[in-house]
């Protein structure tokens, strides 16, 4: 027999939806009840390559250590140790490579966590599939599927490739982690005409789905990279992650300092050359001043300053994964949420029912039983009253047992297991106050016509104990409405009078509100039967009413998004959902300009000038696909924007990626948006999100001070330095020495600025510019005023003891401790830059800032007196009526700083009157 060769399908492939069954199994040359042949399958496999997505190599270990001296401080502190190595100062050279070490271990340290996302999309990929080849059923690794193959797919099933369903048996696929559709999606076989997004699809079924119920038998039609879950996996390798605004401005601020020391350096090295300074002298002034002018502490305060944000974050269920994402979330402008899960409970619930003549609202919150069935028409007679009690009655004991679900209480919350809209009927049930063992005893189930995409209903058999049959039936309402020919009063009365118009006219009302319907009726029958068929449905059918499901909105995100705006940061919804669902959250959600609403379709005809107009004015997106989300995400940041990013599924990784912050839900999110991500959410909550960026922006207030605070240190040092070559004297403090003050007494002081908590008006104020300078002018102005003011007390110390007759090591050993002691009082002052200090509350200072002082005193006096640190740094011990002098100094240097605070809020009033 002559072996059939299999038809590859087009380099651009076609829209599979479209086509029928009998047309696209002739396209790929297969029979579908053989499948395959081995030489076909080896022809395909040969073209298209295994069904695996490729994966990034990691960044080695090594390259990841290297990437840490990457910084031009870093490479002026080496030459520096050079130099002292070369002048035979090896301590000093040891101490400076020691430094420059432990800030490259810190930093590899912290950004140990490697790039998993494509590791994390290929883990979605089913292990196994059951594939009909040369007329066998074969259970095989996915890995081995091919364009054509036949694949028999059942209830549990992760779906291993993409492909168009055959035949189907009650089939429904659970969607979310690709398309954002938040309940399971009923299939189909029929073929859809016209242009039908992904989630509409309803005849594929795609690769990393889940099939939640029934069976069916599909035709592989993409595998690997050009399944839909490949190409969002080609769209994560192809997107670059952002540079943060903190890390911009501190490579600015480098680049900016670097160039200030090697003027610096060039002048000192000139203007000693002039005055014919020895070589010796001149190059170990250069390294003095090098060290003297770098803050070699501040990415060791930068990286515990994010540590300590991302510890507070964990404490309210934010992890952090990248450390510079703490600050940045402090400059977010604007959140791109997802709608199910994050917004929402993630839990459907009935929320209204419409009887005849009669609307009623239903209470609570998601799968919790707590709530109530109330009359929303304050009208209503008693006979109204009596009457809808019998139909609702019904229709909840409807609801209860013709259903599937089923809900328990575990750790003091609510699990289902089954359909997440028969679960919220299971829950109406207990609102209305039916037990559900108690029914389900009072009316045992005989038979049952499963729900199918066919027919588009449920129907199940009952009987009572009195000798009396009931059919009760649950669907979509146009199906339910079409078999029914009256309404439901009561057992023994004749139906009411069915208006379809009146009815119809209902469910596009639920429908408005952005909720699911589902219409229930009852068949009363006047014996038992046993057996149900769909015979028994084409009379005596009577709808007892209609329900409308909704996902709910968190309670918690409300008040989080009012929060959010009154920051002066916008919330957009961005969801694969429906557009009146998603504008009716969003309009419960308080979110501005909720009304407005542009879908994918919509999205697609527009440019990038169109969308930029667009898009500030529109706060709600929906069928929004994952090439919607990462233009969305891109278009929002070229305007200047910093975007957060929630996201929950798989096809949410490349716009979580691209954005500044990306951020993914803890407990009901994919591995593949996690490992995309900067932040995971424990809770899967909005709110905590508008925490995160509160702590954000404290992270960097605190920064901004510590920078404040370091700078001026190095600032003193240096022009002590320059001051020393210039007037031809003695240096006041040797290179060892200010690496003791910078990377000891500067630092442990510096670290408590990390602790400060957030100041009063932290969320009342907008979103800092992503440009702003790190250094603004009032802090250049409070480093140079600083700067000359411990140059001053230095230069006064240090020549006040060499006039009283005392060795130069004193002298030094008195101006080192000088310096501290201005730092310590500089500390109480810089904590209130914009405001006084001189007050109770100021001087007693946080709990961090008391053990930072007590620490940095206990090392000061070890400095001083210790023998072994005397010999390693030159210093004497001071007598106490010195140690009183230094700290006097410090108290003066904070007198004339609060004197300068009094006169700028003086003049700011006065500016304020005027």
């Known amino acids: 027999m002559r072996e059939q060769r299999l038809i590859m399908p087009d380099v651009e492939p076609p829209l599979w939806h479209q086509q029928d069954a009998n047309t696209l199994c002739r396209r790929f040359t297969v029979q579908q009840k053989q499948g395959l042949t081995a030489a076909q399958v080896a022809q395909a496999r040969e073209q298209y390559g295994a069904n695996i997505l490729p994966a990034k190599k990691p960044l080695a270990a090594w390259r990841r250590l290297l990437r840490q001296f990457n910084n031009l401080l870093i490479y002026v502190l080496l030459v520096a140790a050079v130099l002292a190595g ?121 690769s990393g789905t889940l099939v939640s119920q029934g069976r069916a038998v599909a035709l592989v039609v993409a595998t690997g990279t050009a399944t839909e879950l490949g190409r969002i996996n080609q769209m994560l390798s192809s997107v670059a992650p952002l540079t943060t605004p903190l890390v911009k401005q501190i490579s600015k601020f480098a680049r900016y300092q670097t160039l200030i020391v090697l003027l610096m350096a060039i002048l000192v090295f000139v203007l000693g050359y002039l005055r014919d300074y020895s070589l010796n002298y001149l190059f170990m002034a250069v390294v003095s001043l090098v060290v003297a002018a770098i803050p070699e502490g501040l990415p060791t305060i930068l990286t515990v300053a994010l540590a300590i944000g991302v510890t507070r974050m964990a404490k309210r269920n934010a992890i952090i994964r990248r450390l510079p994402a703490v600050e940045t979330l402090g400059a977010v402008s604007v959140i791109c949420s997802d709608k199910t899960g994050t917004l929402t409970l993630n839990e459907m619930m009935v929320s209204q029912i419409v009887l005849p003549g009669q609307r009623l609202s239903v209470s609570g919150s998601g799968y919790s039983p707590a709530g109530t069935v109330g009359d929303e028409d304050p009208e209503a007679t008693d006979d109204d009253i009596n009457s809808s009690n019998k139909q609702l009655s019904w229709l909840c004991r409807a609801a209860l047992l013709c259903n599937d679900a089923r ?46 995409a066919a027919h588009k209903y449920m129907a199940t058999l009952h009987s009572d104990h009195q000798g009396r049959g009931y059919i009760l039936l649950k669907g979509a309402p146009e199906a339910v409405l079409a078999l029914c020919s009256s309404v439901y009063v009561s057992d023994t009365e004749a139906g009411a009078a069915l208006d379809i118009t009146d009815w119809q006219q209902q469910v596009e009302h639920i429908a408005r509100d952005g909720q699911r319907v589902l219409a229930l009726a009852i068949k009363c029958l006047d014996t038992q039967q046993t057996v149900l068929n769909q015979q028994d449905l084409e009379t005596g059918v009577q709808l007892l009413g209609l329900v409308g499901l909704i996902d709910p909105p968190r309670p918690e995100a409300i008040s989080a998004i009012a929060s959010c705006q009154q920051a002066g940061i916008r919330v957009k919804m961005i969801t694969g959902d429906h557009a009146a669902t998603a504008a009716a959250i969003a309009a419960q959600l308080g979110l501005a300009n909720s009304d407005i609403v542009i879908t994918g379709a919509e999205l697609d005809k527009l440019d990038d000038k169109q969308l930029a107009d667009r898009i500030a004015k529109t706060a709600v997106f929906a069928r929004a696909t994952p090439e919607h989300k990462l233009r969305l995400v891109t278009a929002l940041q070229l305007q200047g924007e910093v975007v957060a990013m929630t996201g929950d599924g798989v096809n949410d990784a490349p716009a979580l990626k691209r954005a500044n912050v990306g951020i993914a839900m803890g407990q009901g999110g994919t591995e593949a948006a996690r490992e ?30 510590a920078i404040a605070f370091i700078l001026p240190v190095n600032g003193g040092e240096s022009l002590a330095i320059i001051l020393a070559l210039l007037l031809a004297v003695t240096l006041p403090i040797m290179p060892l020495q200010i690496l003791w003050v910078n990377m000891v007494s500067s630092i442990g002081l510096a670290l408590a ?33 600083v700067s000359v003011l411990f140059t001053t007390g230095i230069f006064a110390v240090f020549n006040w003891a060499i006039a009283q007759q005392l060795s130069v090591d004193y002298a030094r050993t008195m101006a080192v401790n000088t310096l501290v002691a201005m730092e310590v009082w500089y500390l109480f002052s810089v904590r209130y830059m914009q405001g006084p200090s001189l007050s109770l509350q100021g001087i007693k200072g946080t709990k961090p800032v008391l053990m930072a002082v007590t620490l940095v005193f206990g090392l000061q006096l070890l400095f001083t007196y210790q023998p072994h640190l005397q ?44």
């Not at 702003?772 to 009032?778: I, K, M, P, T």
Request: aromatic share 6%; with cysteine.
């Open 871 to 914: 010999q390693l740094f030159n210093t004497e011990p001071l007598q106490f009526k010195h140690g009183l002098i230094c700290v006097a100094v410090g108290v003066v240097i904070f007198a004339l700083l609060e004197l300068e605070k009094w006169f700028k809020l003086r003049r700011t009033r006065r500016q304020q009157l005027s």
């Open 86 to 206: 070369l002048l035979a100062e090896y301590l000093d050279a040891a101490v400076i490579l020691a430094v420059v070490v432990v800030n490259a271990t810190i930093g590899f340290v912290q950004e140990g966590q490697a790039e998993k996302a494509l590791h994390a999309i290929g883990a979605m990929l089913s292990s196994k599939a059951r594939v009909l080849r040369s007329g066998v059923t074969e259970l095989l690794p996915a890995s081995e599927l091919v364009p054509g193959d036949i694949v028999i797919l059942e209830a549990g099933d992760k779906v291993p490739a993409d492909m168009r369903l055959l035949q189907v048996f009650n089939l429904q696929v659970q969607e979310a982690a690709l398309t954002g559709e938040s309940v399971a999606v009923a299939k189909h076989s029929a073929a859809m005409a016209g242009s039908v997004v992904l989630a509409d699809r309803r005849n594929m079924a795609y």
């Open 407 to 452: 809900l328990t209480e575990r750790d003091n919350s609510w699990h289902i297991q089954g359909d997440p809209m028969e679960a919220a009927l299971l829950v109406l049930a207990e609102k209305a106050g039916l037990e559900r063992v108690q029914q389900v005893a009072q009316f045992p189930r005989h038979d049952e016509i499963p729900f199918d």
């Open 676 to 705: 995309a991500s900067e932040m995971v959410l424990m809770d899967d909550n909005f709110a905590t999100i508008a925490r995160a960026v509160a702590a954000g922006r404290n992270v960097y207030d605190n920064l901004k001070k």
């Open 753 to 785: 600025l990390a602790f400060e908590p957030p100041e009063h008006n932290l969320m009342q104020r907008p979103p800092r510019q992503i440009d702003e300078a790190l250094v603004s002018r009032f802090v250049l102005w409070r480093v140079l005023l």
